[in-house]
């Protein structure tokens, strides 16, 4: 009968919160189709919401939200609405177990009317000073092996410690450096002449062995003389404005760029 009521007033509950929602969108004279356009809620779900269907409902997240929307479009606390929603909510909880029943335990039981044990032991009070006995005669008796086992390990004379030997590292004998004799210089080898005579006026850049180039301003009609013991490289703006003369003989180029070897080095001809 207790359970019956309990029901009853859990199902008026439930009815009661679709009814508050419905009793004060109606006061407001809202329809649910102007709500969901409106808030943008789907339909379904303030349906839902009138209708007590919590299957129907979103998740719990949307759910608050959508009610917070629903309650201020129609004019409701917003609190209020919530709080009648969770008491809502709680009621569709199952009812709690009120009596636990468990299996009765021999040892665990308290209960000295319904444990046989228990009951020998008020029955008879010498058992319990016997048990008090042969615990505390155990407990000496592992302290005072305790204590010998820790008397006997410290008169144990100490292990030898082995100190390992230091290890000798064999000195390597140091490595003799090696001097590399500069590469002789070349041998005395005649150089090569190079002429060049200018048409026009103009610039040369004219590089000789290892010496950086440089510019050389030539007149027109002007002759410059080169002596090249190994190369000379001879750049011009313009390669017909002047002629080259190696050697006495001319030479012909394509370009503007000029590199010339002293042919003395590739014979086997030498000056003294």
Avoid: C
């Avoid at 000798?168 to 004799?181: G, L």
């Amino acid at each position: 009968m207790e359970s019956d009521s309990e029901n009853s007033e859990e199902l008026e509950f439930r009815e009661s919160f679709g009814d508050f929602l419905r009793r004060h969108r109606e006061a407001s004279g809202k329809s649910v189709d102007a709500i969901a356009r409106t808030t943008r809620i789907q339909k379904r779900y303030l349906v839902a919401f009138e209708e007590n269907d919590s299957s129907r409902f979103p998740e719990e997240a949307f759910t608050r939200g959508f009610l917070r929307s629903y309650a201020m479009e129609i004019g409701l606390e917003v609190e209020e609405t919530i709080s009648r929603y969770e008491r809502f909510q709680r009621s569709l909880m199952p009812t709690q177990i009120k009596e636990l029943k468990r299996p009765p335990s021999k040892f665990m039981d308290l209960d000295t009317n319904h444990n046989p044990f228990i009951s020998s032991l008020k029955l008879k009070p010498i058992w319990i000073g016997l048990t008090g006995l042969i615990v505390l005669g155990f407990a000496i008796f592992l302290i005072k092996s305790f204590s010998q086992r820790s008397t006997k390990s410290s008169q144990l004379s100490p292990r030898e410690v082995v100190v390992p030997q230091e290890t000798v590292t064999p000195s390597i004998p140091a490595v003799n450096t090696i001097t590399i004799a500069p590469s002789p210089s070349l041998p005395n080898v005649a150089p090569s002449v190079l002429t060049v005579k200018s048409l026009k006026a103009g610039v040369l850049n004219v590089r000789i062995d290892e010496t950086p180039p440089q510019d050389l301003t030539l007149k027109a009609g002007e002759t410059k003389t080169f002596n090249l013991t190994k190369e000379i490289e001879i750049k011009v703006s313009d390669r017909l404005q002047y002629e080259f003369l190696y050697n006495g003989k001319p030479i012909e180029t394509s370009g503007n760029s000029i590199k010339l070897f002293n042919r003395n080095l590739f014979t086997t001809s030498t000056t003294p």
